[in-house]
Structures are given as C-alpha cells and as structure tokens.
C-alpha cells in the first residue's frame, strides 16, 4: 500500500484504494492509503504543532526546500509526466507539460520566499512609525481536483510553504500518484516533520475533517461548484478563510475577420484538450454568420481527423475520459443537447477501446450546431469533448451573449481587428481573456482565477498568491 505523510512519517491507511488507469482499465498503477478522518485529524494536529517554527523559518530555509523540490520535479518531468497521463489520461505531451509547470511553480514561489517584504508608512500623527508586514495564516487546508493532479497541488502548496503555512493537503481521490510524488520530494529534501501533510482519501470523510475542524485556519478548493458552496458555508459557519476556484462555461468568441486557422487551433485546443476536463475548457463557440459555416466546416474537419487513443501513446491528441462516472455525464449531456434540438455534426460515440485494444473511457469529440444560448449544454459545465456553436449576428450579440452566463472564468476572441479585440478585453465579464489564443493553458506566474460563479476569494498563482497565504498586520510604534 502506497502510504500518507502524517507528522513526518509514512502511515497505512485503514482502507485503500486502486489508481485505475483510464486508458487501460486492466492497469492498476497502484494501491494508495485512504486515511480516515481520525487520520486526517492527527494530520492537522501535526501541522499544527509545526507551525510556530516553520512560520519562523527563515527566508533561505523556504527557498532551499522549495527550489531543491522544483529542481527535481523539472529533471524528472518524463517520468512523472508518465505517470501523470497514466492516472489522469491527458496526453504524454500534455501532462509533461504540467510536470513542468508544477516545477516551474515550486521554482516561482522559492524566489517569492525571499521577496516576502513590507511597508514603512509614515503615521498622520507626529512620532508615530507605521510597518504593514503580511504574517502566514497557520495552518492551510489544501483541496485538489482530479484534472491538474500535479500542478494545483503544486500551486497550492508552494505558495502556502513560501509564506510560512504549514498544510494538509487531500488530493482527488481518482489521482493519488502525482500528489503523493510530491510528498515523496519534499520529505526527502528534508521538508521539516508536520510542515507538510498528505491525506489521500474521500472528500467526504478526509476532506470534511479540514472543513469542521477548527485548528485549520484556511482551505484553498479547486473543484465542482457544488462541493465548493459546502466549502464556503463551512467556513462562513466557524469564519476560517476561504479560496474556491470552480467552474466555467467559457466563451469563445469567433468573428467574421478572424484568421480561420488560428480560430480553428484556438476552439480545438480550448474545447477538447485534456479530453475538454480543463475548467478553463470553451465549451461555447459563439461565431458571427459570416465565418460561421466555414468555421464550422473546417473545425468539423479537423475533428474527423482527430487521434483519440491510449494517454501516453505517440500521436494521440485526445486521451480518454477521466473514469466512468465521467463519461457518463459527458454522454448525459449529449442526450440532452439532442433532446433540446441540438444538432450534432461529429463526434459522441464511445470508443471501447484504445488502438491497440485496450479497454478504456474514450469518447469521440462532439461537436453541436444549430444551438441556442438557453440550451442546458450551453448553460451547465459539461467537464467533457463537448463543445457547441451559437450562430449571432455581430460583435455586440456575441459579447452579450459571451457574459450572459452565472461563470466568469476564461473568454476568448477571435479577431483581426484591434478595435474588437481591445473593447473585448476590457468588456468580458471573466477573470481571464485570451485573445486569438485557447482559453486554456495558462501562464505559471501571473493570476489565475475568475468572476461570477466560477471563483471565490483572492487569485491563485504569482505574486498575488501572497492575498489569500497571508494575513496583513499593521503596526505602530511611538519612537
Ligand atoms: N473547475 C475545476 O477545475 C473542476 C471542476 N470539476 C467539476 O466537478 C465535477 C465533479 O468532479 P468531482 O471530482 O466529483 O469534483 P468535486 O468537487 O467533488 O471534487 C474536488 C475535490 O473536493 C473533494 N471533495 C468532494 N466532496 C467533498 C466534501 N464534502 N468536503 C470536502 N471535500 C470534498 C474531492 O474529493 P474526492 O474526489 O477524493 O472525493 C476532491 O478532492 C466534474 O464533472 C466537473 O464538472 C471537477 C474537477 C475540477
Ligand atoms: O487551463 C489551465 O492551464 C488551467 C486549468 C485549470 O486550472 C483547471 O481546469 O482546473
């Protein structure tokens, strides 16, 4: 059994659970310890007892540790990259690519370890010195999601270490591998006992001991909307701090100017990469009438073309779905965009298996037409290859249509013309605009994060990460 990290030591786990590869669902990758909540309380204890010296570690301490574990994470991106499509079923170039992102992270916030400053403000009143310094906030809850196992973790994670935190960190229960490589480097780089905790095991009993438990001062979520509402009212209830990043119905606008190669890249690699399992995924292609055929035409051609075959095999663009359940939402929401008059144009079907006979949860990439902006599958996160087009009449309707949506993650345009595209980025109501570029992929040190429905509380990633890993003290002294 694959152990968890509790105050410095590797434990068993009452239960396991199996690592299902979901290219080959005959490839078990391993059995890993799901802590109980008993175990998921000692964790916490552990993190805080570590808590006085790590938060009075100095600056060179937190740097050496997390740039030693970015170091290692950036030499060994092939094999956990490896082992990350293995578990998750993104594309071996895809999930090398977080691999190192995830490095590239730990490497960012080892510098933001030693830019950690102040301010010296001179008082209203005569005499009076003023200092604002940000303090760590204790202990941090950390919550992850199935689709980045490595890089929200590491995004969490790195900046809660830099600034002094100490964590307990209970990864989705579908992707124990990539989190738990991530214990195995920072223990052995010598990450001091308690500093880091990890607790594989169900959000409902790990995950709910983080929530309730009051020596946790903190919980940064990434995951569904509606385990992220339970989130917010646990914390609202016991005022613990609190980050959600959630879903996404992201825009993708297409304009009569567009370059149509550029368009088609974008809308390919937003809607169905990474099996279209990204939240910040355009699901909604929303194209003015005078492209709008050919748009269509060429992206449907393309996607008739398109390899959806085993993970870590070379050439696939398209990996498998997550696991069953996933795929039986994906389909789900194809019967409901059929039953609301949706018209399919390519893709849906299941795949049974990979091209050299594996069972697995593969599902072509689908494509709608003809669909109108009430549609369920145009207003719900399908989390899948399911992406649909809404035909409008110009610019101003595509915006309209672009912001009429509870989310506000991502939005994306395509378009020649500066005028749109400027007006575009100051006028979509989303935390992320992309222009002539997927909506998803982003950059490792600038905000991540969104609008609306989609996010709750200060950015993730870059400098900002220093809002919601610190609190602000503001001092004075009488000279
Ligand atoms: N925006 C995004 O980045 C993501 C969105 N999603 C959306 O969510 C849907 C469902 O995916 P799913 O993985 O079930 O998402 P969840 O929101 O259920 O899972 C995210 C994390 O929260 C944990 N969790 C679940 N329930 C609780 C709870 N009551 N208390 C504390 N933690 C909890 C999960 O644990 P565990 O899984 O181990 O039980 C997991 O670690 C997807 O189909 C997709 O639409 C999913 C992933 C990422
Ligand atoms: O698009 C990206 O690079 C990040 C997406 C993401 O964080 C998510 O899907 O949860």
Redo the contacts with the bound molecule.
């Keep these: 059994m694959i152990q968890n990290l509790i105050a410095g030591e590797w434990v068993e786990g009452p239960r396991a659970s199996r690592n299902i590869n979901p290219s080959d669902t005959r490839d078990v990758i391993g059995e890993y310890a799901q802590a109980d909540a008993a175990q998921a309380r000692e964790a916490v204890a552990a993190a805080r007892a570590a808590f006085p010296a790590w938060s009075q570690s100095t600056p060179q301490q937190r740097f050496d540790l997390l740039d030693a574990a970015g170091s290692e994470i950036l030499a060994r991106r092939a094999e956990l990259g490896d082992l990350l499509a293995r578990e998750e079923g993104k594309t071996l170039p895809e999930a090398i690519g977080e691999v190192a992102r995830a490095g590239n992270i730990f490497k960012f916030f080892a510098g933001e370890a030693l830019r950690v400053g102040g301010e010296s403000i001179p008082s209203v009143r005569p005499g009076i010195g003023v200092e604002v310094t940000r303090e760590p906030l204790g202990v941090v809850g950390l919550?992850?999601?199935?689709?980045?196992p490595i890089a929200?973790p590491a995004w969490k994670l790195a900046p809660a270490l830099a600034f002094g935190n100490t964590v307990v960190m209970?990864?989705?229960?579908?992707v124990p591998a990539s989190a738990w490589a991530l214990a195995d480097i920072l223990h052995r780089h010598g990450c001091p006992k308690g500093v880091f905790n990890l607790v594989m095991?169900?959000?409902?009993e790990?995950?709910?001991v983080?929530?309730d438990d009051r020596r946790v001062d903190a919980i940064s979520?990434?995951?569904?909307?509606?385990?992220?509402q339970?989130?917010a009212q646990?914390c609202v209830a016991r005022m613990a701090k609190f980050q959600l990043?959630?879903?996404?119905k992201n825009p993708m606008v297409v304009l009569d100017d567009a370059d149509l190669d550029v368009a088609v890249a974008a809308a390919v690699n937003s809607g169905y990469f990474s099996t279209g399992?990204?939240?910040t995924a355009s699901s909604r292609l929303i194209v003015t009438r005078g492209i709008h055929d050919r748009f269509v035409a060429a992206l449907t051609e393309r996607l008739r073309s398109i390899k959806v075959d085993d993970a870590r095999k070379a050439g696939t663009e398209i990996g498998p779905v997550v696991d069953a359940s996933?795929l039986e939402?994906d389909l789900a929401y194809i019967a409901i965009g059929e039953a609301e008059g949706a018209r399919r144009v390519v893709g849906g079907e299941v795949i049974a298996q990979s091209s050299d006979g594996a069972p697995g949860h593969y599902l072509r990439p689908a494509l709608f037409v003809d669909t109108t902006p009430e549609m369920r599958i145009n207003r719900e996160?399908?989390?899948?290859p399911v992406v649909s087009v809404i035909a409008v009449r110009d610019y101003d309707e595509a915006l309209a249509l672009a912001n009429d949506t509870p989310f506000g993650l991502a939005a994306g345009i395509a378009t020649t013309s500066l005028k749109h595209a400027t007006h575009f980025k100051r006028h979509a109501q989303a935390g992320m605009v992309m222009v002539n570029l997927p909506t998803a992929g982003v950059d490792y040190h600038v905000p991540f994060g969104g609008r609306k429905g989609?996010s709750h509380g200060p950015r993730e990633q870059g400098r900002y990460a220093a809002e919601f890993y610190t609190t602000v003290k503001t001092a004075y002294t009488q000279a």
């Design positions: 919550i992850t999601p199935w689709n980045f929200i209970k990864p989705a229960e579908l095991g169900r959000g409902s790990v995950g709910a983080l929530l979520f990434t995951g569904s909307v509606a385990t992220g339970k989130i646990a990043e959630m879903g996404g399992q990204r939240c996933q939402q996160e399908i989390f899948g989609s």
